[in-house]
């Protein structure tokens, strides 16, 4: 199965209830998978929207009434949503948006590419809010970290966004499914279904009153630290005797595993972290790490964007050095080795 | 005593805030009627716009939630996709539906989607300060057409009904105004009308309703009124753009 036919799948399965897209590479197997497989589904819906724009926002009007809902997208038509997830972040609307990176910036290419990061870890929108993103790099991991994108965004009430590539989306392997699909998908209880009799509700943030809206940025910043105290993973590989531990994420972290395991045939003492929430970051887990490490390479299919994070948890301590490939090269593992043989005899490391 | 006249049990007890001279009053008061008369109050989700109406909530008694500028259409496609039993209807003025929300509304009349839009055209940007709309007349002066809008420089007034007219999915499309009490009942059958097509699947409905801005405008009320007449009716004629629920007219 390939990795976006997965998403789909693992999305049904979750009890999504409502897709909406727009045709872009290399997320196009997702989009009709979804056509395909939950178009037709009793109470469920699939809309080929006119524009990314205006899946976003329906995707705002479907969660709004309680209803399990995603879109998904790649890189450029990620830059649009950005209104949309502002909005669905203000109101604290739960919702599932997949990215499927290619090549920027502009309309760059459609090869497998992490230049999203900034976008997604920072929120792309306006105004003071985070979204969780979750990393997968495998096609089993774009099935689990769907179906939990799904769980914590009812849970926290925030948008999740799944951070995959043009490489994750488009690649076959086998996988299981660790969920059946509820026969009728859950319908949150805090739903706007019209009044029935009771006093009308308001879903808004607009207001003339910057302490009521300070208020309402407060509230969402409380619940930021709860998802940061309680939501963060990361995986370790090869750590405990690392002399140099390399920091990647999603697809760039599976090709360093490669370079990594035949650094380890050479005698090279070399681990890994790889984060699995991007934000929010594990920053604590670098932070232990220093203890032990004083080298970090950070190896990114951008121009050092992660890296960011990883001197922010540093804070000044350690040494990080940063390798990337932007425009959706794809490195070898072999290069990525060469990189860390090199870096390792340079700091004559032992 | 036989009570006559009263306040839609659906129309909140807040004093309005808008402008004197106002269309929006009128238009609020007349939709919660129709949605009082048709008992649809308990199931209706509304969609205001940013823009004068973005505090239609605190008037309202229906549920409702904001939406991005230009983005109803596509909220009240998500909302009706998701929950087919609910009544929803954006209101959104020129600038929301005629500009930056073409493409959703477009699309949402062409899908046919059972929503219906209360589409208040009073021909400028109302709360931003009286800027050009779409539908700004040749030679209007706006805070941005200061010499009177031009047609070679900023082209023609849209006419958003004729187009949407066009869409096979609108089931009933109509122009009115709300410049005299006989096109006030005019504009809140049609509303009904709309909701009607909505209510028996028929697809898309939308109510264009030609409004007073006494103050973007600078005129006074009466002069407003007069205004609609003699120079936005030349513009964007009243009538039934395109009627496909096969009732029968009253009048």
Redesign the interface.
Same mark, same amino acid.
């Given at each position: 199965m390939t990795g976006n036919a997965a998403v789909g799948e693992a999305a049904i399965r979750a009890g999504c209830q409502c897709y909406f897209g727009y045709p872009i590479t290399p997320q196009n197997e997702l989009t009709e998978y979804m056509a395909t497989h939950l178009g037709r589904k009793e109470g469920c819906s699939f809309v080929q929207a006119e524009s990314e724009i205006s899946a976003i926002n329906m995707v705002y009007g479907a969660s709004l009434t309680g209803a399990r809902a995603m879109t998904s997208s790649s890189s450029p038509g990620i830059s649009l949503k950005q209104e949309g997830i502002s909005y669905l972040a203000a109101c604290e609307l739960p919702a599932v948006i997949v990215n499927m990176s290619r090549g920027g910036p502009g309309l760059g290419s459609i090869s497998a590419a992490q230049s999203d990061y900034f976008q997604s870890t920072r929120g792309g929108g306006h105004g003071d809010y985070r979204t969780i993103v979750l990393a997968p790099s495998s096609v089993q991991e774009l099935a689990d970290f769907t179906h939990r994108a799904f769980d914590l965004s009812d849970k926290y009430r925030i948008p999740v966004i799944v951070l995959g590539d043009g490489m994750l989306g488009q690649m076959m392997e086998p996988l299981e499914f660790k969920h059946k699909a509820p026969d009728v998908p859950p319908i949150r209880e805090d739903a706007l279904r019209g009044a029935n009799g009771g006093p009308s509700r308001v879903i808004k943030t607009f207001t003339s009153n910057p302490s009521e809206l300070e208020e309402i940025n407060w509230s969402l910043f409380r619940r930021y630290k709860l998802i940061k105290r309680d939501e963060t993973t990361c995986e370790t590989f090869l750590v405990e005797d690392a002399q140099l531990v390399v920091v990647a994420f999603g697809i760039a972290a599976r090709i360093a595993k490669g370079a990594i395991k035949n650094a380890r045939a050479e005698g090279l003492k070399v681990g890994m972290l790889r984060p699995t929430t991007l934000w929010p970051f594990p920053s604590e887990k670098v932070q232990e790490l220093a203890k032990s490490t004083k080298h970090f390479l950070v190896f990114e299919m951008n121009m050092g964007q992660m890296l960011e994070d990883v001197q922010l948890a540093l804070g000044g301590t350690g040494e990080v050095q940063f390798y990337g490939r932007p425009g959706g090269v794809i490195p070898t593992p072999s290069e990525v080795l060469r990189v860390i043989s090199r870096l390792y005899y340079q700091k004559g490391l032992k | 005593m036989r009570k006559v006249f009263t306040r839609p049990k659906s129309l909140k007890r807040t004093p309005y805030h808008y402008c004197p001279g106002c269309g929006h009053s009128v238009i609020h008061r007349i939709l919660m009627e129709v949605i009082d008369e048709m008992k649809i109050? #308990?199931?209706? *989700?509304g969609i205001p716009p940013?823009g004068c109406s =973005?505090f239609a &909530?605190h008037y309202? #008694?229906? #549920?409702? =939630? @904001?939406?991005?500028h230009g983005?109803g259409a596509? =909220?009240?496609?998500? *909302?009706?996709?998701?929950?087919p039993?609910? /009544?929803v209807f954006t209101y959104q003025g020129d600038g929301d539906l005629a500009a930056i929300g073409t493409? @959703?509304t /477009? &699309?949402a009349a062409n899908?046919g989607e059972r929503i219906t839009a209360i589409f208040v055209n009073n021909a400028v940007y109302g709360m931003t300060g009286g800027q050009m709309a779409p539908t700004t007349l040749l030679n209007q002066r706006t805070t941005t057409t200061p010499y009177g809008r031009d047609l070679k420089i900023e082209g023609h007034p849209i006419k958003m009904s004729e187009i949407l007219g066009l869409m096979d999915g609108a089931a009933y499309v109509e122009r009115t105004a709300v410049n005299s009490p006989a096109n006030i009942r005019k504009t809140k059958k049609a509303i009904r009308k709309a909701f009607q097509a909505q209510i028996d699947d028929l697809g898309f409905s939308v109510v264009e309703i030609l409004s007073p801005c006494p103050t973007n405008w600078r005129m006074g009320p009466l002069e407003s009124w007069q205004w609609i007449d003699e120079e936005m009716t030349k513009v964007f004629p009243l009538g039934v753009v395109k009627d496909v629920t096969g009732a029968r007219d009253a009048d």
């Open positions: - | 109050r #308990d199931r209706t *989700i940013p =973005v &909530h309202f #008694d229906v #549920d409702m =939630v @904001e939406s991005a983005r596509a =909220v009240g496609t998500g *909302i009706k996709r998701a929950f039993d609910a /009544i493409a @959703e /477009i &699309h899908r």
